[in-house]
Every structure is written in structure tokens, then in C-alpha cells.
Nanobody, 125 residues
Framework: QVQLVESGGGLVQAGGSLRLSCVAS?????????TGWFRQAPGKDREFVAT????????YYADSVKGRCTVSRDNAVNTVYLQMNSLKPEDTAIYYC?????????????????WGQGTQVTVST
């Protein structure tokens, strides 16, 4: 069992930046878990944002955030980060961290067994 807690969300103006964090706790070694970020806007399905492999050497991004977001992790402190720059109003959503120890990395919700409660990101015009 792994618990994930996101933080770092908030209200920011368009063009601004935020860094989201996700701290993992519980059983196992964090470096054994691939992690991903997803988001869900009101009235929409939860969608993939970014994923990072267990070692951190491989990353993959949704086209909608590519070039504006960077996912990273520090296995020594059991934390994965999502740096978001040049934010747009359409980035407004609840952002969720996810983890799983059976995959190398994943872009689908179905890939992940463990989820955090989410952190709200609101981008104003």
C-alpha cells in the first residue's frame, strides 16, 4: 500500500508557473514505482499529463503540455514533481499523482493502482 499526497496547487495568472509535488509513503521503495500526473477539469474525463520512469531517466508528456511542463523525481525523499510554466486557462483542473510498481511508465489511467487526492490548479486570464 502506497499513499500519495499532492501539494503546490493554487491560483495563478495566465503565463505564470507552479510546481506541484507528490510525496509517497507506505510500503515498498519509491524507486520501484513508476509515477504519473493526470488532471481532470470540470465536466471532463481525467487525462494524462506526464509520466516518469522509476529511475527518472525516461519521461513522456501529453502534447497539450509538452514544452511547458517538466516532470522529475527525487527518490531519496520519495517525491515526484511537476513544474508547469506558461500556464494557460485551459490548464485549470485538479491534478492527480499516480504510482504503480508493475509498470516502467504509463500514460493510461488503467496503468496505475495508487492515486492521490489531487491538488487544484486554477489559471486566471
Amino acid at each position: 500500500q502506497v499513499q500519495l499526497v499532492e501539494s503546490g496547487g493554487g491560483l495563478v495568472q495566465a503565463g505564470g508557473s507552479l510546481r506541484l509535488s507528490c510525496v509517497a509513503s507506505g510500503r515498498g521503495t519509491f524507486s520501484s514505482y513508476a509515477t504519473g500526473w493526470f488532471r481532470q477539469a470540470p465536466g471532463k474525463d481525467r487525462e494524462f499529463v506526464a509520466t516518469i520512469s522509476r529511475s527518472g531517466r525516461s519521461t513522456y508528456y501529453a502534447d497539450s503540455v509538452k514544452g511547458r511542463c517538466t516532470v522529475s523525481r527525487d527518490n531519496a525523499v520519495n517525491t515526484v514533481y511537476l513544474q508547469m510554466n506558461s500556464l494557460k486557462p485551459e490548464d485549470t483542473a485538479i491534478y492527480y499523482c499516480a504510482a504503480d510498481d508493475t509498470i516502467a511508465a504509463g500514460t493510461s489511467r488503467a496503468n496505475y493502482h495508487y492515486w492521490g487526492q489531487g491538488t487544484q490548479v486554477t489559471v486566471s486570464t
